[in-house]
């Protein structure tokens, strides 16, 4: 044996290592993260033994005769997976899907697998949580057929690479990272060293074979796919499947992205047929709005390159007991704050004794603060119980002296608006003309949120 073993003490977060047990990890901070894995200590002279993995193109190059041509891109027939993906699949790349259980992960991939047998080759689905029959039963639901896609139940990555030898699919799905593992690392399934070990033999694969390589990865209460921080620099391009699962929209959304754009954003929707695509989102999230209620405010949000147009309601009502309470919904708990403190310093609305709830339409996630001039309209509407105008979108972030400040992308928000046939958009005093309002759209530009509120909420 080339190797002995020893026992760390690694946090499953960030990936820290230590010899002893820490309550806190003193890379990350998070508390009781640090867990005993058994880890493998080559010998010096050991590595030498091993043969090395000799990557196509090892020879340095000059940069100026780099072939930048770029391999065929393997396009996904869901236009909206192919925007976040920057056009398609690169053969060779390696994408983690993350996402918390339930919000449609593994829907969404063996529809795109399915899709793809169909158009771009072989596929093969490893599930290490469900069994073949699992999901041809949910192929089946959504009425998928092929011959050539591939399911295997397995666990071990040595196996599915004996797999992949035998099948030569062009995309490899694993549905999860976290139920992987291979023997030569003998901590758990699903704990950092194993995800890691497992993550970079794929890693290896896709670089050296060419095979596209899907992972899923599931995402801990925090948010971080579990444990492995480490595994976002491990892969290509690192999507997240977002989404409020007691409403049927999802966002895919790109955080990292080797071959496009980040922050790219895809909208789907749940249905009884698996994941459709929402080619219009602003249209959909404004499908059941009631005009003329008060407490509503449509906010112009950029997700990514793309405008979203989303409705904001807001409802103040007398507290009857204690501390008024602030329950918001979609929006970021402090922005409420700063927006209430505002409007009770500057325009006097006596905020103390009501309490306020805020609910995003869609169950969209604004943390824009160019939607706070929508939000505090909303408020505002709710506590005069006065409607806002119909035609009238709102775009601006507010200041604490109650200044309304300018926004970026605002050439982008405006069209969006104008398309959905807005009439009128309130933006924040614009300093010199940055941009030209499209044919049929007025700007109400406004310097302070009592200006807005003059126009949005007249008090007659
Ligand atoms: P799933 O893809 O299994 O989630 P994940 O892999 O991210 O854990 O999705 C499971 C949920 O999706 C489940 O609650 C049922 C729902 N669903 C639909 O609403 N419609 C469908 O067509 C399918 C297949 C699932
Ligand atoms: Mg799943």
Redesign the pocket.
Known sequence: MATKTRSRWVCQECGKQSLRYMGRCPSCGEFNTMVEEIIEVSRPGARAMQPRVVLPNSAPQRLTEVNTEEGQRLLVPMGEFNRVLGGGIVPGSIILIG?E???????ILIQTSAALAQTAGRVLYCSGEESARQIKM?AD??KLETDDLFLVTETNIKTILDHVYNIDPTVLVIDSIQTMYTDDSESSPGSVSQVRECASRLQMLAKTSGVSVFL?GHVTKEGNIAGPRVLEHLVDTVLYLEGDPFQSYRLLRSVKNRFGATSEVGVFE?????MAEVPNPSEAFLAERVVAAPGTAIAVTMEGTRPLLVEIQALTSQTTFGNPRRTPNGVDYNRLLLISAVLSKRLGLKLHEQDIFINVVGGLNVDEPASDLAMAVALASSYFNQPTPADMAFVGEIGLSGELRTVGQLAARLAEAAKLGFKRVMTPRLRRKVVDAPKGLQLVEVRNIGEALAIAVPKD
């Open positions: 996402g259980p339930g919000i449609g992960k593994s829907t949910r639901r959504l899923v749940m249905t009884g047929m698996g």
